[in-house]
């Protein structure tokens, strides 16, 4: 079965289903930031993966939160952050195949605003070597990634506006939702979570035919 991007791996006999999110974008963009403050609240144990030769490295961890079962079902998820330098590339389509979600990390800072284009652009190109496409930039059925924006270090002075950067990001004609906060203090990590994994989780559950309520949110184990 496919879950909008990547094969969705399911366990009938234990009715259990996985998903993987992945948080993209650029260097230094808060990515792991996000991943810490989400792995504290949530009570799980990150796993640190070195990439040979580099201090960077590819952050990775699991959780099956109790609150996301529906009727006999459960849902684990798996998530993961990807260095965004330039030449981690071909790591980046690696860990990127079979996503079913995306957490765009972007900075905030004036300087960073091409980079935040350019890895957005990353981002499209790893995902079509693998036959998929971002939510809301195609008529394609399957492969469809869907993605929040997250506006991070909004607690920082001299920031772009957020109407600033949904121009940047042409949201007047992407339709996509898009979240601001601070990933050093936590600020919206988790409802940018929670509208993720409440989309996918949705529709996990029109494939298996079962009823998913929206108020059932990652943020709440």
């Known amino acids: 079965m496919r879950l909008n991007g990547g094969v969705m791996l399911i366990n009938f006999a234990e ?8 948080y993209y974008g650029p260097a230094l963009a808060g990515k792991t ?8 609240r949530l009570n799980v144990q990150i796993t640190d993966m070195p990439l040979a030769g580099d201090k960077d490295r590819t952050v990775f961890f699991e959780f099956a939160p109790l609150t996301q079962k529906f ?22 389509a690696l860990v990127l195949r ?3 979600g ?10 960073a605003a091409e980079e935040n284009l350019r890895m957005l652009a990353d981002l499209q190109d790893r995902l079509e070597e693998d036959g998929q496409v971002l939510e809301g930039l195609s008529s394609q059925k399957e492969g469809v990634v869907p993605i929040v924006l ?11 506006p957020v109407e600033y950067m949904d121009v940047t990001f042409d949201l007047r ?3 996509v939702p898009r979240i601001a906060g ?7 990590v988790l409802k940018a979570v929670d509208i993720l994994s409440s989309n996918l989780m949705r529709k996990l559950s029109e494939r298996l035919g079962l009823e998913w309520e929206d108020e059932e949110q990652t943020s709440k184990v």
């Open 15 to 22: 009715r259990e289903a996985q998903i993987k999110i992945v």
């Open 33 to 40: 930031t996000s991943l810490q403050y989400l792995a504290k």
């Open 71 to 92: 009727g006999n079902w459960s849902v684990k998820f798996n998530f993961y952050t990807l260095p965004g330098q330039p030449r981690f590339s071909k790591t980046r």
């Open 98 to 100: 079979g996503v079913h």
């Open 102 to 111: 995306i957490v765009y990390v972007a900075d905030s800072q004036y300087q």
């Open 150 to 160: 997250f506006y991070n270090k909004r607690d920082l002075q001299e920031v772009m």
């Open 173 to 175: 004609n992407w339709k």
């Open 182 to 188: 601070c990933a050093l203090t936590g600020e919206n």
